[in-house]
């Protein structure tokens, strides 16, 4: 059974770091596009740093450059997401999801295509 479990969320003040974690089963993550995406009240799902597995090339949203970064575990089958610098603009429920097939990294982060979802985990930036 292919299953997503996301961990590493909080509470954190502005300029603050975090890094979450995606730890997969059931599949291996470096066959996949994996992606991490987020969604803040009111508003739609947001890709935020995309990967290719098999290759390891990224992308990721202009409102994280420099602040955020991916990385994985291919013995743990784990995605990370490290932020650092975070603002308050930066709350919102944090989810990985992955694809089989994309036209590109871009493209899964900007569509916000995934085919499997984890639960998500809370972020909250805030004094």
């Known amino acids: 059974q292919l299953q997503l479990v996301e961990s590493g969320g909080g509470l954190v003040q502005p300029g603050g770091s975090l890094r979450l974690s995606c730890a997969a089963s059931g599949f291996r993550l470096d066959d996949y596009f994996i992606g991490w995406f987020r969604q803040a009240p009111g508003k739609e799902r947001e890709g935020v740093f995309c990967?290719?597995?098999?290759?390891?090339?990224?992308f990721y949203s202009d409102s994280v450059k420099g602040r955020f970064t991916i990385s994985r575990d291919s013995a743990k089958n784990t995605v990370y997401l490290e932020m650092n610098s975070l603002k308050p603009e930066d709350t919102a429920v944090y989810y990985c999801?992955?694809?089989?097939?994309?036209?590109?990294?871009?493209?899964?982060?900007?569509?916000?295509?995934?085919?499997?979802w984890g639960q998500g985990t809370q972020v909250t930036v805030s004094s």
């Open positions: 990967m290719r597995g098999s290759t390891g090339t990224t």
């Open positions: 999801g992955v694809v089989r097939r994309s036209v590109s990294v871009q493209a899964m982060c900007v569509l916000g295509r995934s085919d499997y």
